[in-house]
């Protein structure tokens, strides 16, 4: 049976009653509902679709993380250069992928605050489904987030009635260690058709996502990742360059970071910028409203001359292009960062993992393999050791506990001044 638009209605009939009887159940029974709803996708023919026509990727995480999946995304659009394409992110990303090349639709869908109620989550991604996807009948969905927050992609690409599902586990930690617990193996072998484990040699976010295209016997013909702004944002960028000597190198500043324990102290920073702009260089600050205090601290300090604040002046895409015009790159491992290293700007960047923890396993503890500047020069500082208080605790990803700056304060600004003169003569 291919599903028509009696079998639509009747999906949205039979979730409508869904819902309104989970509510009232107990969580012991949730396994039997979720069953019965994968009942009715197979009843109704999605499980059944042959042939790839309509192919969907959920993604719905932050900047960085899209922008090293971008790769990915064009792979898919090779493997499949017929198929209609849908891309789901979250609302944060969606300008950043609107305009991509390899995908027919971009959706956006919000995931602040679902993980704290599963049946709101899946209520929420069912009447998403309901008014974006299930007429659409996907033959394939994939999943490319490797992490333990990925449970709303996963169930977005189950809900989405899509034939088969190809992905990670909701806690892939487990799997590529050899021991997912029955209970988390289970949910993910029935929300996926195929539940990847990648091998111990695939480390980076990167190779991750590429992974899951070789794991099923597709082909990844280029490893680089992508921007994708237009035009006009790229006019936007050349006016707002357009005063800056022509005999001074671009450098873009990252001084922000999804988290205050990954920013490294923008005092400490001022110390080694002072130093370098002594050079033929002029710093470039991009950034959002977060930065703006930092940004125009660091404009304050700074000759004039040396200093171009942007900091909530660009729109997502136009910061794009104006990283697409820079030299280099100095500052905190962030999306800003990989957008950089998809220019194949050379990189120097600060992360905050200590670099004595760096090959304890990697795939799981480590930022700077995990989220590495991908396919560009790259030049990268961490603090030797972490501080007392954290070596004392069990090992955690990134290595450092506090929620302030805390082990990446050890780095010292002569280290960034050293590195940034190792990266110009790379």
Same mark, same amino acid.
């Given at each position: 049976?291919?599903?028509?638009?009696?079998?639509? /209605?009747?999906?949205?009939?039979?979730?409508?009653?869904?819902?309104?009887?989970?509510?009232?159940?107990?969580?012991?029974?949730?396994?039997?509902?979720?069953?019965?709803?994968?009942?009715?996708?197979?009843?109704?023919?999605?499980?059944?679709? @042959?042939?790839?026509?309509?192919?969907?990727?959920?993604?719905?995480?932050?900047?960085?993380?899209?922008?090293?999946?971008?790769?990915?995304? $064009?792979?898919? $659009?090779?493997? =499949?250069?017929?198929?209609?394409?849908?891309?789901?992110?979250?609302?944060?990303?969606?300008?950043?992928? #609107?305009?991509?090349?390899?995908?027919? /639709?971009?959706?956006?869908?919000?995931?602040?605050?679902?993980?704290?109620?599963?049946?709101?989550?899946?209520?929420?991604?069912?009447?998403?489904?309901?008014?974006? !996807?299930?007429?659409?009948?996907?033959?394939?969905? =994939?999943?490319?987030?490797?992490?333990?927050?990925?449970?709303?992609?996963?169930?977005?690409?189950?809900?989405?009635?899509?034939?088969?599902?190809?992905?990670?586990?909701?806690?892939?930690?487990?799997?590529?260690?050899?021991?997912?617990?029955?209970?988390?193996?289970?949910?993910?072998?029935? !929300?996926?058709?195929?539940?990847?484990?990648?091998?111990?040699? @695939?480390? %980076?976010?990167?190779?991750?996502?590429?992974?899951?295209?070789?794991?099923?016997?597709?082909?990844?013909?280029?490893?680089?990742?992508?921007?994708?702004?237009? @035009?006009?944002? !790229?006019?936007?960028?050349? #006016?707002?360059?357009?005063?800056?000597? @022509? %005999?001074?190198?671009?450098?873009?500043?990252?001084?922000?970071?999804?988290?205050?324990?990954?920013?490294?102290?923008?005092?400490? =920073?001022?110390?080694?910028?002072?130093?370098?702009?002594?050079?033929?260089?002029?710093?470039?600050?991009?950034?959002?409203?977060?930065?703006?205090?930092?940004?125009?601290?660091? #404009?304050?300090?700074?000759?004039?001359?040396?200093?171009?604040?942007?900091?909530?002046?660009?729109?997502?895409?136009?910061? #794009?292009?104006?990283? %697409?015009?820079?030299?280099?790159?100095?500052?905190?491992?962030?999306?800003?960062?990989?957008?950089?290293?998809?220019?194949?700007?050379?990189?120097?960047?600060?992360? $905050?993992?200590?670099?004595?923890?760096?090959?304890?396993?990697?795939?799981?503890?480590?930022?700077?393999?995990? =989220?590495?500047?991908?396919?560009?020069?790259?030049?990268?500082?961490?603090?030797?050791?972490?501080?007392?208080?954290?070596?004392?605790?069990?090992?955690?990803?990134?290595?450092?506990?506090?929620?302030?700056?805390?082990?990446?304060?050890?780095?010292?600004?002569? /280290?960034?001044?050293?590195?940034? /003169?190792?990266?110009?003569?790379?």
């Amino acid at each position: 049976m291919i599903p028509g638009d009696s079998q639509y /209605e009747q999906l949205k009939i039979f979730f409508d009653k869904f819902f309104r009887l989970i509510k009232q159940a107990e969580p012991s029974t949730y396994k039997a509902f979720l069953n019965r709803a994968e009942m009715e996708f197979g009843r109704l023919g999605y499980r059944d679709l @042959a042939g790839v026509e309509n192919i969907l990727i959920v993604r719905l995480d932050v900047i960085g993380d899209m922008i090293l999946t971008s790769g990915f995304i $064009r792979e898919v $659009r090779t493997n =499949f250069p017929q198929a209609k394409i849908t891309l789901v992110v979250s609302p944060l990303v969606y300008p950043i992928v #609107e305009l991509c090349p390899y995908v027919d /639709e971009v959706l956006s869908f919000d995931i602040k605050r679902l993980n704290r109620n599963l049946i709101l989550m899946l209520e929420k991604i069912a009447t998403f489904c309901k008014e974006n !996807l299930w007429q659409k009948k996907f033959s394939l969905a =994939f999943s490319p987030q490797w992490g333990s927050d990925n449970a709303p992609a996963l169930f977005m690409c189950w809900l989405s009635g899509a034939a088969e599902r190809i992905g990670y586990g909701t806690n892939p930690y487990e799997s590529w260690l050899g021991k997912p617990p029955k209970n988390v193996a289970q949910l993910d072998n029935f !929300l996926l058709t195929k539940n990847i484990v990648t091998p111990r040699s @695939a480390i %980076s976010e990167v190779q991750h996502s590429f992974y899951l295209l070789e794991a099923v016997g597709l082909t990844v013909n280029q490893s680089n990742t992508e921007l994708w702004f237009s @035009a006009e944002d !790229l006019q936007r960028a050349n #006016e707002l360059l357009k005063n800056l000597p @022509a %005999s001074y190198k671009k450098v873009l500043l990252g001084i922000g970071a999804g988290l205050p324990t990954r920013k490294y102290p923008v005092e400490k =920073f001022l110390v080694a910028l002072k130093k370098l702009a002594k050079k033929n260089l002029v710093f470039v600050i991009v950034g959002g409203k977060a930065e703006l205090e930092d940004a125009n601290f660091i #404009e304050k300090n700074l000759p004039k001359k040396k200093v171009l604040n942007l900091a909530g002046k660009t729109t997502l895409r136009e910061t #794009e292009a104006v990283i %697409s015009q820079m030299d280099f790159y100095i500052g905190n491992a962030t999306g800003i960062m990989h957008m950089a290293a998809a220019s194949k700007v050379p990189v120097l960047s600060i992360y $905050r993992g200590a670099k004595d923890k760096e090959n304890y396993l990697p795939g799981i503890y480590s930022e700077s393999q995990r =989220f590495p500047p991908w396919q560009t020069k790259s030049i990268v500082l961490f603090p030797e050791h972490q501080l007392e208080d954290c070596a004392k605790l069990p090992p955690v990803y990134g290595w450092c506990y506090h929620p302030e700056a805390h082990c990446i304060t050890q780095i010292p600004p002569k /280290e960034i001044i050293a590195g940034f /003169e190792k990266l110009e003569r790379l």
